[in-house]
């Protein structure tokens, strides 16, 4: 193992809130950079400044695809220049697989080293985003983030499977070059693990699935749904917590994304570049964060629990209110947002 000093990550765990948080110890910057960053972030975009134009420059890639079909990964060898969607470790990652999860006392706290996988899933093209995919296109980068995350799942210490992507500055994104990331960590996080909770709690007093029993009443008042085909609905969720949110469920319950058919991910592909492309049209392109909320990978039972994505525009930020309560302020009604979304 590392000296822990060279782990890239150490997870601290709060006693009050009971939520782990990860310090970046591996790239920690000195405190003066932060002034001298504070009042923008600009992203290097050009093909020439790109550290995704020349794969060889990256680590080993986990996964290659070129027009749909899987590529032999050769480590050493060149990349082929064909490729469309590969999947690399990260250079800065937030967790790495060193270390291990067994957590030091320190007085009142807890900390552990940030074991995990943290990898970037990057497509060909330096200018087109999900937006702007064919449906081919976009089912193959749901079929990368599918299978990376069957084979990050077989590893004994991981416990969920965050798979997102950041859109720009003010989404968090410090490369233009289109890509998502995936991270897989021993613990679940706060957000999960509450929405597990509350889902859970539902199933308890009423015997069904939350979420399927939101989705049967949004699709019989049809006033939050944006699109639905065959397997899958997006809609402006009831209590959106910023204008134009945007959820994708699968129509029938299903409690783990990477259980999805490949049939069915050709339905969520183009529910996906759908939604985004109508919320591209609406707001002028913004800024944007997506994720995927499934079940932890570990052995519980989480029936109860209905796997979806969740798309929220940069449409405000969050000012003291927000930041004191938790509680988020939207100054667009979600079903005005859907209307507005449907006639674009």
């Known amino acids: 193992m590392k000296n822990k000093d060279l782990l890239p990550s150490e997870l601290r765990y709060d006693p009050v809130s009971q939520d782990w948080v990860v310090i970046a110890t591996g790239r920690a910057r000195r405190p003066d950079s932060f002034a001298k960053d504070r009042k923008s972030v600009v992203l290097a975009d050009s093909v020439e400044e790109c550290p995704f134009e020349d794969m060889d420059t990256q680590k080993t ?59 970037v899933v990057a497509t060909r093209d330096h200018a087109r985003d999900v937006a702007d995919f064919t449906l081919p296109e976009a089912e193959e980068l749901l079929a990368a983030y599918q ?8 590893v004994e210490f991981v416990n969920y499977i965050s798979i997102f992507k950041n859109k720009g500055a003010g989404a968090g994104a410090s490369i233009a070059h289109p890509h998502s990331q995936i991270v897989a960590i021993p613990m679940l996080d706060p957000e999960i693990e509450g929405s597990i909770r509350g889902s859970q709690s539902y199933y308890a007093k009423k015997g069904t699935c939350v979420h399927c029993d939101m989705l049967e009443y949004d699709r019989k008042e049809k006033i939050r749904v944006v699109y639905e085909n065959e397997k899958f609905v997006a809609v402006c969720p009831f209590a959106s917590i910023v204008a134009f949110e945007t959820r994708i469920y699968p129509i029938h319950h299903a409690s783990r994304f990477e259980e999805t058919s490949k049939e069915d991910i050709g339905f969520f592909a183009d529910a996906l570049v759908l939604a985004l492309g109508k919320i591209k049209k609406a707001l002028g392109d913004p800024d944007y964060n997506y994720f995927i909320h499934t079940s932890p990978t570990d052995s519980g039972e989480y029936g109860h629990y209905h796997w979806h994505v969740e798309i929220l525009p940069k449409s405000a930020h969050w000012a003291g209110f927000e930041l004191s309560t938790g509680i988020p302020i939207s100054t667009l009604e979600p079903e005005k947002a859907a209307e507005f979304l449907r006639t674009i």
């Open 61 to 119: 890639p986990t996964l290659m695809i070129s027009r749909g079909a899987r590529r032999e990964i050769v480590a050493g060898a060149p990349l082929p220049q064909d490729w469309t969607t590969v999947s690399f470790p990260n250079k800065y990652p937030a967790f790495a697989p060193e270390g291990s999860f067994v957590t030091r006392i320190q007085g009142p706290y807890e900390a552990t080293d940030g074991i995990g996988f943290h990898e």
């Open 147 to 154: 299978t990376r995350f069957l084979e990050l799942k077989k």
